[in-house]
């Protein structure tokens, strides 16, 4: 059960009222006016709780699952042990985010502006918009409504966030141009320069960065995750990308729509990546490469040069997946023979 | 000598004196009385200076080193060169820490609440805090005695922090539990929501992460470093355990005791380290994997399985390390071969 | 065209003073009076835009470039389009560079201390400084004339910073002195202490980290990095150096003068870089390296030993890269004959 320290719960509902919540059908049987208390996982559920079956792999979870519900796909649902009331469901783990998310509803901070903030007069804030303690707000700066702006973060001159954003504690935003509905978690750096120098022995001249970063709507960005604005083109993020803690996003990069960057990733200078393209944990994309819609990186993976659409890369340098499988594979066997000779 | 603009030096001390704090005993023949000023390298202490020899590598800096003395293993201490008091000991390294520590111990920052802060009424804050200026604390909030947090730091809504705690400047800590003498430094992220999500083309759900982040007694975390809040489970740091800058701890992940987490790795959501495991710089676990106790990765290594206990991986896919090095080792050789057959 | 929101335009400027800016010559018959309003890249320029050409690579692009006037090497000149006003100059880049900054200057902040900055009455701050919105600036800090500390930057105990600094907002500084011309980027962390231990199941124990972060004059420090202070030595940054976002450089470490150290690179503790060494991103050095003069080490290395001075090295572990191309040849090659083979 959620820790009341940090979550609030709302009070049981019933199944009826669950499955519409998840758009799911009560399976036969079912008696729609049963109450559930809370959500749980398919192992530490016990009759109050809902759970949810998403993968295959877990089906041995679900057939022990003391969960008085579960949300599970069609051809799943005659698995479920006895007892259990089944919600079928062709998306069951949405089915649970939103029923959880029903359950415990993020907490409504009272909007208004902590006497501590320092906001520039020139700067104008939507209606409803929340501003903790100690903000900094530079001039021009526009926000629209119910904005939430985390204590100790600095909105720099001219930043446009658009309505119904959250923006964590001690964040930095400067240089960009934020849609709707955009989270950016606490300690991320947006809008800095990027970097790119000419460079000779006899001295360096810093190349200035006149573009900036655009995040259009939907866009979750990670705890102290860096993006750098353009250098004169602009640095884009595609409406609806997550991308996770400890990211490095470069100069220029354009990323589409509803991509997929794990945490400690790095994209450098003038990359592309076309829509839905997944980038797993730490693996790193070489400037100016393009990476078409769809493509799955590896994690660790270095990609080096262009990816087509549609592919799964892996490796240093990465190639596709069933090539760096096979590669793998040989060096195992050809580590055994060589070592059955070695002994 | 340390630079008195950031260090306290305490007066000079009797060898003595420095053997019992050191848990070392003089070596015949020594002079108890005898007085040193501090601590210094085998490479450059002089003769009011006490150095360590830890590594029988360095054995040529100790003979050739002019430290009035040196704590070292009962084994080398023959090897002194004349002149050198000698303390044998056996955890050098320990016992110069417990020295160096003496002769500069941390400064004592007068305790108090900068009144800068911004403190919810509601929170609780134990005798002896330090709380410098412009930390912002939340609602409910517990914090116990003489914890120190640094300046422009958040305490968000609910945390709870044991005693004698010391969190950095420009930290972020929400929806966590946090032992005793747990050291958080400056820039990190704990408790923000996990990267979890049901993705589809047609939209995108944000699974609430109802989970804390536990962090046990005597837990060190890096700079910049981040770790983010269970999704119903915890995520877990146990006792002991050390972590250094810029790691990322996923959502669900549990730590065992006394592990030690190099700069820059990664643990992605529901790996489960045993206890004494170490994770050496820049290296990644994959999600759901399981590390037994006393594990070692290498740097850099990606692990995809489970890793059984005392044993030391290494590469991409991480293997025992034995055959990853004649693997680099056979790639090596072929190198070569195929290189002569080529010039 | 600069977002006003964000950048500053200057008026319209001739090509004779665009030519003296960018230390160029005018190719015969171009006219010196003619005006240009802006920089742009070649592939956006227009009529009134100078652009650049640095790169044989690009010169398709140079050749069908509409921009109204272009900086370019000498040798190749005459591939301008016809009605293009060419500027001869053995830099380009570096020209490009100070035009850009010619068009669009740094905006000039207003010097002052914002009232809610707290600053120890014991710290000194030189002439024309610029302390935004709560900055905490500890005991006995010595800041140069002219720098800027952006805002809830907090500058601790004993820190010193050279004239014409510019530190970003949400940074932390301690333990260090700072010189001149230097920049730090938001949420950076410099001065922390080392991650060193004397560790044993039986306990663990700090070493005090009694050294300090030196940075030299004209360094750049990129968002979310870390430097963590030296044990007894210094960690040192030399002159000129310039170190991208979430790069990890730890205790002891020290660098040459002139480095390029690419996001999220990471040094390990004592090891020690040349003069303009080049470290790509996400690559790794091992603890106790010495990495000569010039220095190259390609994207996602890992350097596990020595490097001699004027060489490149790529891979795990790092070698020549010579060697590691062939390797990655053979690989592709082996995997290309046993796949004939399997199918």
């Known amino acids: 059960m959620a820790d009341p320290r940090f979550f609030i719960t709302t009070p049981p509902r019933t199944l009826a009222d669950l499955a519409q919540i998840a758009e799911a059908q009560l399976a036969d049987g079912v008696d729609p006016e049963r109450l559930i208390d809370d959500v749980s996982a398919l192992e530490t559920a016990g009759p109050g709780h809902i759970a949810f079956l998403a993968n295959r792999k877990y089906v041995r979870s679900f057939m022990e699952s003391k969960a008085g519900a579960c949300l599970v796909e069609p ?21 649970f985010a939103r029923i959880a998310a029903a359950f415990h509803p993020d907490r409504q901070e009272e909007p208004g502006i902590h006497p501590s ?70 300690g991320a750096v947006i809008g800095n320069t990027g970097f790119g120098y000419d460079l000779d022995p006899s001295g360096r001249t810093k190349v200035p960065h ?31 990308t997550v991308i996770d803690n400890l990211v490095m996003i470069a100069h220029n990069v354009r990323i589409g729509r509803g991509c997929i960057l794990v945490a400690q990733v790095g994209i450098a200078g003038s990359a592309q990546l076309g829509n839905y393209v997944t980038i797993a944990g730490q693996a790193g994309v070489v400037n100016h490469a393009n990476i078409g819609d769809r ?49």
Not at 150 to 178: D, F, K, P
Request: charged share 25%; hydrophobic share 40%; net charge neutral.
């Open 295 to 343: 493509v799955i990186i590896a994690a660790k993976s270095g990609v080096l040069a262009n990816v087509p659409a549609d592919s799964i890369f892996a490796g240093y340098p990465a190639m596709p997946i069933k090539e760096w499988r096979r590669l793998v594979g040989q060096q195992r066997m050809a580590f055994k023979g060589k070592g059955n000779r070695d002994e």
């Open 117 to 186: 903030a320092v906001i520039d007069p020139s700067a104008r804030l939507g209606k409803g918009c929340r501003v903790e303690a100690h903000v900094v707000i530079g001039p021009n700066v526009e926000i629209g409504e119910s904005c939430q702006i985390g204590a100790n973060s600095v909105i720099e001159r001219g930043v446009v966030i658009g309505e119904n954003c959250v923006i964590g504690a001690n964040a930095t935003l400067s240089y960009c141009l934020i849609g709707k509905r955009v989270q950016i978690a606490s």
């Open 210 to 240: 006149l573009g900036r970063v655009i995040i259009e709507d939907d866009v979750e960005i990670g705890a102290n995750s860096t993006i750098d604005r353009g250098s004169g083109p602009d640095t884009v993020i595609g409406q609806g």
């Open 75 to 95: 051809e799943l649902a005659d698995r479920a042990p006895e007892g259990m009331a089944v919600l079928i469901c062709d998306r069951p783990r949405r089915g």
